[in-house]
C-alpha cells in the first residue's frame, strides 16, 4: 500500500520561505502527477500545483505562481513545495498528493498533513 | 477560474436517512467532478470520480450523479460514519478548484 509521508518547518515569519518535502514509499512514483493542496484552519481546500512525473507538465495556482515551486526528486521518490514571502495569509495545513490518471484522474492518495503557522 | 458551488452548507439529518448535496459549476465541466470526505484532524478520502463512479472501496450507499454544471451526491442511507465535510472538485480546466464544502452533522 502506498504511503505519503511529508515533512517540513511549521513556525514560519512573514517574508520566509516554506519548504515542505514529500516522500512516496511501497509505490510507483512514475506514471503520476504529485500535487499540493493546502488547507486553512477551518476552511475549505485550495489547490497550490502540480508536477507530472517527468516534469514535463506543472501548473500553479494562479493566485500563487510568482512564489511556488514544485519540484521532484525521482532517485529519492520526492516531491517538493517551496512557497516564499510567506504571510499570515499562507497558515494552513499542507498536504501532499497523489493524482493517478487516466482513472480515477482524482486524488486518491493523501499525506499526513502538515500544519504551517506563518506569525511575527 | 471555475467556481463550485456546493449546497447547503450544512445539512442536518439522522442515521438512516437520505443525503443530497448539490455542486453547481460556473460553467459547463462534461463529467470532470470529484467528491472527497473530509473527518476531522483527516486528509480528504476520495467517494466519486467523473461524477457517478465509485472510487475502490467506496460503500455503494454513496452514489453520484449529473453532468455540466449541475451535480449531486447521494447517500442512500446515512451511517454515523457520514457525518463530515464534503467536498467538490473540477478537473476541467486549470486551476483545479474545489467548493466550500458541505457540512453533514448529525440532527
Known sequence: QVQLQQWGA????????????CAVFDGSFSGYYWTWIRQPPGEGLEWVGEINHSESSINYNPSLKSRVTISLDTSKNQFSLNLNSVTAADTAVYYCVRRQKPIPDAYDMWGQGTLV???S | EIVLT????TLSLSPGERATLSCRASQSISNYLIWYQQKPGQAPRLLIYDASNRATGIPARFSGSGSGTDFTLTISSLEPEDFAVYYCQQRRDWPITFGLGTRLEIK
Open chain 1, 10 to 21: 511549521g513556525l514560519l515569519k512573514p517574508s520566509e520561505t516554506l519548504s515542505l518535502t
Open chain 1, 117 to 119: 503557522s506563518v506569525s
Open chain 2, 6 to 9: 456546493q449546497s447547503p452548507a
